[in-house]
């Protein structure tokens, strides 16, 4: 079996508001673009959130993948509405 090749990788910023409490939520990771047929598109993402009760329920660490950017990106949206948070990219 052959090893994916890279095809783009970019520095991503995934904002949102969290609807009770008007915080803002961060996360920050890579949006890389991989030459395979099953999910090339892959958005890492690593939680910028500090000092806030959010950081309590919110994952750490969370990983995305997809065929299209935006069905990739709404996952993202789906998964802030179903914590309570309106994507805001």
């Known amino acids: 079996m052959s090893k994916s090749t890279l095809i783009y990788q970019a520095d991503q910023e995934v904002i949102g508001k969290h609807l009770r409490s008007n915080e803002w939520v961060m996360y920050s990771g890579k949006l890389i673009i991989y030459d395979r047929k099953t999910n090339p598109i892959v958005l890492k993402l690593k939680s910028e959130i500090y000092d806030t009760f959010i950081g ?13 950017v935006s069905a990739v990106y709404g996952k993202v949206a789906k998964w802030y509405y179903k914590n309570g948070i309106i994507f805001q990219n």
Not at 58 to 63: A, G, I, R, W
């Open 56 to 68: 309590d329920f919110m994952v750490e660490k969370k990983e995305f993948k997809g065929d299209l």
